[in-house]
Protein backbone atom coordinates (compact mmCIF):
# COMPACT_ATOMS: atom_id res chain seq x y z
CA UNK A 1 0.00 0.00 0.00
CA UNK A 2 1.23 3.72 -0.59
CA UNK A 3 2.02 5.12 2.47
CA UNK A 4 0.32 7.63 2.06
CA UNK A 5 -3.28 6.19 2.68
CA UNK A 6 -2.48 5.47 6.16
CA UNK A 7 -3.16 9.57 6.60
CA UNK A 8 0.28 11.67 6.69
CA UNK A 9 -1.37 15.00 6.86
CA UNK A 10 -0.46 15.91 3.42
CA UNK A 11 -2.10 13.36 1.72
CA UNK A 12 -5.29 14.01 3.19
CA UNK A 13 -6.97 15.53 -0.14
CA UNK A 14 -5.87 12.51 -1.98
CA UNK A 15 -7.52 10.26 0.46
CA UNK A 16 -10.47 11.53 -0.53
CA UNK A 17 -10.22 11.24 -4.28
CA UNK A 18 -8.38 8.26 -4.28
CA UNK A 19 -10.40 4.81 -3.78
CA UNK A 20 -9.09 3.81 -0.73
CA UNK A 21 -8.18 -0.06 -1.06
CA UNK A 22 -5.64 -1.80 1.26
CA UNK A 23 -4.31 -5.68 0.56
CA UNK A 24 -3.80 -7.67 2.92
CA UNK A 25 -0.04 -7.30 2.49
CA UNK A 26 -0.67 -3.66 3.30
CA UNK A 27 -2.88 -4.24 6.77
CA UNK A 28 -0.40 -6.83 7.80
CA UNK A 29 2.29 -4.31 7.17
CA UNK A 30 0.44 -1.47 8.95
CA UNK A 31 -0.30 -3.58 12.21
CA UNK A 32 2.75 -4.77 12.78
CA UNK A 33 4.41 -0.97 12.36
CA UNK A 34 1.91 0.45 14.88
CA UNK A 35 1.27 -2.51 17.59
CA UNK A 36 4.87 -3.76 17.24
CA UNK A 37 3.67 -6.84 16.81
CA UNK A 38 3.97 -10.14 14.57
CA UNK A 39 0.58 -10.05 12.89
CA UNK A 40 -0.93 -12.78 11.34
CA UNK A 41 -3.52 -11.89 9.26
CA UNK A 42 -6.27 -13.46 7.18
CA UNK A 43 -8.99 -11.55 5.47
CA UNK A 44 -12.41 -13.60 5.56
CA UNK A 45 -15.68 -13.73 4.65
CA UNK A 46 -16.74 -14.28 7.38
CA UNK A 47 -20.56 -12.32 8.05
CA UNK A 48 -20.31 -13.28 11.70
CA UNK A 49 -17.98 -12.31 12.99
CA UNK A 50 -16.31 -9.41 11.25
CA UNK A 51 -13.19 -9.11 13.70
CA UNK A 52 -11.05 -11.16 15.57
CA UNK A 53 -8.21 -11.06 17.34
CA UNK A 54 -6.46 -14.15 19.26
CA UNK A 55 -3.08 -13.03 21.21
CA UNK A 56 -0.28 -15.23 21.99
CA UNK A 57 2.51 -13.27 23.42
CA UNK A 58 3.86 -10.84 20.73
CA UNK A 59 2.11 -13.25 18.09
CA UNK A 60 -1.09 -11.77 16.92
CA UNK A 61 -3.60 -13.47 14.78
CA UNK A 62 -6.20 -11.08 13.20
CA UNK A 63 -9.12 -11.74 11.41
CA UNK A 64 -10.87 -9.45 9.43
CA UNK A 65 -13.88 -9.22 7.25
CA UNK A 66 -12.66 -7.95 3.82
CA UNK A 67 -14.54 -4.75 4.05
CA UNK A 68 -11.47 -3.38 6.07
CA UNK A 69 -9.67 -3.66 3.14
CA UNK A 70 -11.55 -0.65 2.48
CA UNK A 71 -11.43 0.77 6.03
CA UNK A 72 -10.22 4.55 6.32
CA UNK A 73 -6.98 5.17 8.83
CA UNK A 74 -9.02 6.15 12.04
CA UNK A 75 -10.83 2.86 11.69
CA UNK A 76 -7.39 1.03 11.53
CA UNK A 77 -5.88 2.71 14.10
CA UNK A 78 -8.67 1.76 16.40
CA UNK A 79 -8.04 -1.75 15.87
CA UNK A 80 -4.56 -1.15 16.36
CA UNK A 81 -5.55 0.05 19.48
CA UNK A 82 -7.50 -2.81 20.18
CA UNK A 83 -4.86 -5.40 19.47
CA UNK A 84 -2.77 -3.75 21.85
CA UNK A 85 -5.04 -3.49 24.51
CA UNK A 86 -8.28 -5.44 24.68
CA UNK A 87 -9.98 -3.42 26.85
CA UNK A 88 -10.13 -0.51 24.54
CA UNK A 89 -13.66 0.04 23.30
CA UNK A 90 -13.95 0.58 19.68
CA UNK A 91 -17.26 2.75 18.52
CA UNK A 92 -15.59 3.52 14.87
CA UNK A 93 -15.38 0.28 13.85
CA UNK A 94 -18.66 -0.89 15.24
CA UNK A 95 -20.09 1.68 13.32
CA UNK A 96 -18.15 1.16 9.92
CA UNK A 97 -19.07 -2.53 10.38
CA UNK A 98 -22.78 -1.02 10.74
CA UNK A 99 -22.66 0.84 7.81
CA UNK A 100 -21.10 -1.53 5.55
CA UNK A 101 -22.50 -4.50 6.06
CA UNK A 102 -25.50 -3.91 4.31
CA UNK A 103 -23.17 -3.37 0.96
CA UNK A 104 -21.10 -6.65 1.70
CA UNK A 105 -24.74 -8.31 2.50
CA UNK A 106 -25.96 -9.66 -0.49
CA UNK A 107 -22.54 -11.49 -1.43
CA UNK A 108 -22.62 -13.20 1.94
CA UNK A 109 -24.21 -16.24 3.11
CA UNK A 110 -27.31 -15.19 5.15
CA UNK A 111 -25.99 -14.22 8.32
CA UNK A 112 -26.62 -17.11 10.44
CA UNK A 113 -29.13 -16.81 13.47
CA UNK A 114 -27.17 -17.92 16.86
CA UNK A 115 -29.34 -19.43 19.55
CA UNK A 116 -27.61 -19.84 22.73
CA UNK A 117 -30.13 -20.33 25.68
CA UNK A 118 -31.62 -23.88 25.24
CA UNK A 119 -33.93 -25.42 27.55
CA UNK A 120 -31.35 -26.81 30.14
CA UNK A 121 -28.28 -25.34 29.38
CA UNK A 122 -27.39 -21.61 28.11
CA UNK A 123 -24.28 -21.95 26.33
CA UNK A 124 -23.33 -18.91 26.01
CA UNK A 125 -22.24 -18.95 29.83
CA UNK A 126 -20.65 -21.98 28.89
CA UNK A 127 -18.35 -20.51 26.60
CA UNK A 128 -17.74 -17.45 28.71
CA UNK A 129 -16.68 -19.09 31.62
CA UNK A 130 -14.47 -21.78 29.99
CA UNK A 131 -12.94 -18.30 27.51
CA UNK A 132 -12.16 -16.87 30.92
CA UNK A 133 -11.07 -19.71 32.82
CA UNK A 134 -8.70 -21.66 30.41
CA UNK A 135 -8.04 -19.54 27.81
CA UNK A 136 -7.43 -15.91 29.23
CA UNK A 137 -10.55 -14.19 27.20
CA UNK A 138 -8.81 -15.38 24.09
CA UNK A 139 -11.24 -17.05 22.22
CA UNK A 140 -13.01 -14.69 20.47
CA UNK A 141 -15.84 -16.99 18.47
CA UNK A 142 -19.67 -17.50 18.30
CA UNK A 143 -21.50 -20.29 19.27
CA UNK A 144 -25.01 -21.36 18.99
CA UNK A 145 -27.35 -24.81 19.41
CA UNK A 146 -27.06 -26.72 16.42
CA UNK A 147 -30.11 -27.04 13.64
CA UNK A 148 -31.06 -30.84 14.19
CA UNK A 149 -31.27 -32.23 10.71
CA UNK A 150 -33.03 -35.17 9.72
CA UNK A 151 -30.96 -38.11 9.75
CA UNK A 152 -28.68 -36.78 12.39
CA UNK A 153 -26.04 -39.41 13.18
CA UNK A 154 -25.23 -39.60 16.87
CA UNK A 155 -21.73 -39.80 17.09
CA UNK A 156 -19.15 -38.88 18.83
CA UNK A 157 -17.99 -35.85 16.18
CA UNK A 158 -21.31 -34.36 16.03
CA UNK A 159 -21.98 -33.43 19.43
CA UNK A 160 -19.98 -29.98 18.39
CA UNK A 161 -18.40 -28.87 15.55
CA UNK A 162 -16.69 -25.68 14.62
CA UNK A 163 -16.36 -23.96 11.35
CA UNK A 164 -13.19 -21.58 10.61
CA UNK A 165 -15.07 -20.23 7.91
CA UNK A 166 -18.00 -18.49 10.28
CA UNK A 167 -16.11 -19.00 13.20
CA UNK A 168 -18.91 -20.53 14.94
CA UNK A 169 -19.29 -23.62 17.50
CA UNK A 170 -22.21 -25.33 16.27
CA UNK A 171 -23.19 -28.10 19.32
CA UNK A 172 -26.20 -30.60 19.01
CA UNK A 173 -29.24 -29.59 21.16
CA UNK A 174 -29.00 -33.61 22.23
CA UNK A 175 -27.00 -32.16 25.04
CA UNK A 176 -29.49 -29.75 26.29
CA UNK A 177 -31.05 -31.97 28.95
CA UNK A 178 -30.95 -32.14 32.46
CA UNK A 179 -29.45 -36.50 32.31
CA UNK A 180 -26.22 -34.70 30.41
CA UNK A 181 -23.64 -33.86 33.55
CA UNK A 182 -22.86 -30.14 33.18
CA UNK A 183 -19.10 -31.19 33.04
CA UNK A 184 -19.92 -33.25 30.11
CA UNK A 185 -21.17 -30.02 27.95
CA UNK A 186 -18.59 -28.01 29.45
CA UNK A 187 -16.11 -30.47 27.82
CA UNK A 188 -17.52 -30.46 24.77
CA UNK A 189 -18.15 -26.63 24.25
CA UNK A 190 -14.04 -26.74 25.62
CA UNK A 191 -12.73 -29.09 23.23
CA UNK A 192 -14.34 -27.11 19.86
CA UNK A 193 -13.22 -24.23 21.40
CA UNK A 194 -10.10 -25.31 21.21
CA UNK A 195 -10.39 -25.97 17.63
CA UNK A 196 -11.25 -22.28 17.38
CA UNK A 197 -8.27 -21.45 19.35
CA UNK A 198 -5.64 -23.87 17.27
CA UNK A 199 -7.75 -22.59 13.59
CA UNK A 200 -7.97 -26.25 12.70
CA UNK A 201 -11.31 -27.53 11.19
CA UNK A 202 -13.10 -30.43 11.74
CA UNK A 203 -16.02 -31.61 9.15
CA UNK A 204 -18.56 -34.07 9.61
CA UNK A 205 -17.71 -37.20 8.41
CA UNK A 206 -13.46 -36.54 7.50
CA UNK A 207 -10.46 -37.59 9.53
CA UNK A 208 -10.62 -35.10 12.39
CA UNK A 209 -7.85 -32.97 12.95
CA UNK A 210 -6.47 -33.61 16.70
CA UNK A 211 -2.76 -33.42 16.81
CA UNK A 212 -0.48 -34.07 19.42
CA UNK A 213 -0.52 -31.27 20.75
CA UNK A 214 -4.28 -30.84 20.44
CA UNK A 215 -4.59 -33.73 22.99
CA UNK A 216 -2.25 -32.55 25.47
CA UNK A 217 -4.82 -29.26 25.75
CA UNK A 218 -7.07 -31.38 25.67
CA UNK A 219 -6.35 -32.92 29.00
CA UNK A 220 -6.24 -29.86 30.69
CA UNK A 221 -9.77 -29.90 31.16
CA UNK A 222 -10.11 -29.91 34.74
CA UNK A 223 -12.86 -32.69 34.76
CA UNK A 224 -11.51 -34.73 31.72
CA UNK A 225 -11.16 -38.25 33.51
CA UNK A 226 -15.15 -37.70 34.73
CA UNK A 227 -16.17 -36.56 31.11
CA UNK A 228 -14.51 -39.13 29.39
CA UNK A 229 -15.74 -41.94 32.09
CA UNK A 230 -19.44 -40.67 31.36
CA UNK A 231 -18.98 -40.41 27.84
CA UNK A 232 -18.12 -44.12 27.70
CA UNK A 233 -21.16 -44.70 29.23
CA UNK A 234 -23.49 -42.11 27.81
CA UNK A 235 -27.31 -42.23 26.60
CA UNK A 236 -28.56 -40.25 24.28
ZN1 LIG B 1 -12.54 -32.21 17.42
Given at each position: ???????????????????L??????L???F??A????????VTDNSVSMVSVR???????LRLHRMFLEAGIDILNEIAEFIKSPKKRTPLLRKFVRQNSNRFL??M??KA?L?????????Q????????????G??SCS????????????????????????N?????????????????????????????????????????????????????????????????????
Amino acid sequence: MDRRAFGDEESEVEQLVLPLRHSGDDLTDYFKRATGKIISLTVTDNSVSMVSVRRKGNLVSLRLHRMFLEAGIDILNEIAEFIKSPKKRTPLLRKFVRQNSNRFLKTMPRKARLRTQGNHYDLQTIYDSINRDYFGGGVSCSITWAVRSPGYAVKKRTLGSYSSQTNTIRITPLLDKRTIPRCFIEFVVYHEMLHADMDTQERKGRRLVHSQEFRRREKLFKQYEKAITWERGRRF
